[in-house]
């Protein structure tokens, strides 16, 4: 079983910056993949970046050039560094893991899953 913990949630103005803290502990396979994800009432969860265990990146279309996906081995931390928020980036975030080593930022694919953080992105 893997735990995820997420901190750093929270209201900010647009064009301001968040960054998104995901903890992980327990077991955690060698292959695995890392994600965030983001869900707003009424809509599907949808993959906002993604980090495997080669270091490979993915980003949903809406958020290159703003939002930076890493991790800190040391600390079995994933980091979302969100930057030039828009008030369409407000929604609950999760971050996610999965075994395996092909990572595709569909929902349905992740096995583990964080309480989720909310941010607010007021005009």
């Known amino acids: 079983q893997v735990h995820l913990v997420e901190s750093g949630g929270g209201s900010v103005q647009a064009g301001g910056s968040l960054r998104l803290s995901c903890a992980a502990s327990g077991y955690m396979y060698s292959r695995h993949c890392m994600g965030w994800f983001r869900q707003v009432p009424g809509k599907e969860r949808e993959g906002v970046a993604g980090l495997d265990s080669d270091g490979i990146r993915s980003y949903a279309d809406s958020v290159k050039g703003r939002f930076t996906i890493s991790k800190d081995n040391a600390k079995n931390t994933l980091y979302l560094q969100m930057n030039s928020l828009k008030p369409e980036d407000t929604a609950m975030y999760y971050c996610?893991?999965?075994?395996?080593?092909?990572?595709?930022?569909?929902?349905?694919?992740?096995?583990?899953w964080g309480q989720g953080t909310q941010v607010t992105v007021s005009s």
């Open positions: 996610a893991s999965k075994p395996g080593s092909w990572c595709v930022l569909s929902a349905h694919n992740y096995d583990y």
